[in-house]
């Protein structure tokens, strides 16, 4: 296939731009989207590229309709995705929520803003990690992935596509508008050089039978394919194996959503993903995601040689959290810091995680700039 954009070399190639390439080379053949700051280069890419890849890009009337089409798109055997931005990924949550219920595998990329409510349309901020997480109802389990470079957005974007349909459930690419907005040299691989994951289609008439069953022990149903001559039935109720309203029987709940956490939670192993930076010896530890990383490192750097024995723990999973590591982190350094772009939320997983092990200290700041370096090594020494 002749792909609309160079691939086997670099590119100097813009935040939201890189992810729209990157979705096209994981296989998404389907867009749907709603035009917003700082996301709306991604909708633009995808109108350009789908129709010369055989895809589709359709502008829908708003964000919830968005989510609704790609979920549609994904049951009719398409990879699917759709990006926005804080309000629009309000609008999202509901529907985020019907496809966790329904196992659908999607993307959906958050570049964020500040906030609440319209906010700062065009500057950067952290303030949607919980929404991400918790935004929608009711008990449930995602995959969060967060990038702090315009290369890390493609290859995050590729890896979104891949746990999306390894997993079937929905993946949040978690993005800001510096992230999207700024350019960098990216290489773009070739196509054979991409480990692609496909989703787990039915072996026989039984297994198609069962949509939310457990046929391989993985906690991961096959998933039957609209058109393809299955008979199945798609709720948001609490349903049984073969997809069946079961709502006021407790057992069957019980083992849907025991089924929909396990099949992520066993496989953190896999899904869980993060860089360390002069920990070894480390007395002094920063912990930071996306955008925020990038000023950590220098940070880091400026306290090495102001003789501080300070580390960084740049998180590139947000969910499922690895408590493990924070906590073990905790046990072996004095004091934890956390930079973020909001109020304080990442700083209360990694306090949970710290267990009373360490003290953790947030840097926060909001308003739409991104810390300093000196910033965040200002507040490390005093």
């Not at 480390?282 to 501080?308: H, N, Q």
């Amino acid at each position: 296939m002749r792909y609309p954009f160079p691939v086997g070399k670099s590119d100097f190639i813009q935040g939201d731009e890189a992810v729209a390439r990157a979705a096209i080379l994981a296989g998404c053949r389907f867009y749907a989207g709603y035009p917003i700051t700082p996301a709306s280069e991604i909708f633009e890419a995808m109108a350009l590229y789908m129709p010369l890849v055989d895809g589709v890009s359709i502008q829908m009337e708003d964000e919830i309709a968005s989510i609704a089409a790609i979920i549609g798109a994904s049951w009719a055997g398409a990879k699917a995705m759709t990006a926005t931005s804080g309000p629009g990924f309000s609008l999202m949550q509901e529907n985020l929520g019907y496809a966790i219920m329904t196992e659908t595998p999607i993307v959906v990329v958050n570049m964020m803003r500040g906030g609440p409510s319209t906010g700062q349309p065009t500057f950067p901020a952290q303030g949607d990690i919980m929404q991400a997480i918790w935004g929608t109802h009711g008990d449930h389990m995602l995959i969060v992935l967060s990038p702090s470079t315009v290369q890390e957005a493609f290859d995050f974007t590729i890896r979104a596509f891949n746990l999306a349909e390894k997993y079937r459930t929905p993946v949040v690419l978690l993005g800001d508008a510096e992230l999207a907005h700024m350019r960098e040299r990216v290489y773009i691989p070739n196509p054979d050089e991409i480990e692609i994951t496909y989703r787990k289609l039915p072996r026989n008439e039984e297994e198609a039978k069962l949509p939310f069953g457990d046929p391989h022990g993985d906690g991961v149903p096959p998933m039957p394919i609209f058109g393809k001559g299955y008979r199945t039935y798609v709720t948001g109720l609490t349903h049984d194996e073969h997809g069946r309203p079961r709502t006021v029987e407790p057992e069957v709940h019980q083992r849907l959503i025991s089924r929909i956490f396990r099949k992520i939670l066993d496989h953190r192993d896999e899904i869980i993903s993060y860089e360390t930076f002069e920990l070894d010896d480390a007395e002094i530890a920063i912990i930071s995601t996306g955008i925020v990383s990038r000023s950590a490192i220098r940070a880091v750097k400026i306290l090495r040689e102001r003789g501080v024995k300070a580390g960084l723990l740049k998180l590139h999973t947000i969910w499922p959290f690895d408590f493990e590591v924070i906590e073990e982190l905790a046990e072996r350094v004095r004091k934890i810091y956390v930079p973020e772009m909001n109020m304080g939320q990442l700083y209360h997983l990694v306090r949970e995680g710290a267990n009373g092990k360490a003290d953790v200290e947030l840097i926060a700041k909001i308003g739409g700039e991104v810390h300093t370096p000196m910033e965040i090594a200002e507040r490390v020494v005093g």
